[in-house]
């Protein structure tokens, strides 16, 4: 495996519990936990959910640029808001950021995070795309009936011979 490379945004928090905003290791990057905070800390959008979503958003893409990828290349985030009810206000900035390629996804309510005004905190998970990659993507996936039928008139497996009845007497 390639080197691993640490990303540092430099937040008060990094040095306290000592994380670092990024880590990439080979062709994956992960994203920490990433709150809606500007370059000197300061929380963004008090109690404006979107923007908090928004601007933690634009963070993470921050990280990923440092490691040579992008928002394209996330294949997976999770948020963490302190108010579900709101959960339509984080969609709407998520959706804005990856609708083009939505990564898996998940939320979850939490009952607080790092600081009293921070409402959202998204991790991110991204696979650089390298040419082997990107070549398989573009090509089109075998329908399911495509695979089915070229399953089906394979021989079977030494496992499914043996388990039918001997015809010999």
């Given at each position: 495996?390639?080197?691993i490379?640490r990303?540092?945004t430099n937040?008060?928090?990094?040095p306290?519990f000592?994380y670092?905003?990024?880590?990439k290791?080979g062709?994956l990057i ?9 370059e000197?800390g300061a929380v963004?959008?008090?109690n404006?959910?979107y923007?908090?979503?928004?601007q933690a958003?634009?963070n993470?893409a921050?990280?990923?640029?440092r490691a040579g ?6 294949i997976?985030t ?6 579900i ?8 900035a998520?959706s ?9 996804s ?9 600081h009293?005004d ?6 991110a998970d991204a696979?650089?795309r390298?040419?082997d ?8 996936a075998?329908?399911?009936k495509?695979r089915?039928?070229t399953?089906?008139?394979r021989?079977?497996?030494s496992a499914?011979a043996?388990s ?6």
């Open positions: 495996m390639d080197d490379i990303i540092s937040v008060r928090w990094e306290v000592g670092s905003r990024a880590v290791a062709s992960v994203v920490s936990g990433t709150a809606a905070t500007d000197n963004i959008g008090v404006q959910m923007s908090q979503g928004r958003i634009a993470i921050s990280a990923l640029e990828s992008g928002l394209g290349d996330v997976r999770r948020i963490f808001v302190t108010d009810s709101r959960c339509n206000e984080v969609a709407r998520h804005e950021a990856f609708g083009a390629a939505p990564p898996a998940s939320m979850v309510e939490v009952r607080r995070l790092i009293p921070v409402m959202i905190e998204v991790e696979l650089m390298t040419a990659t990107t070549a398989a993507a573009a090509k089109p075998a329908s399911v495509q089915f039928e399953k089906s008139k021989r079977p497996s499914a043996r039918k009845p001997s015809r010999r007497k």
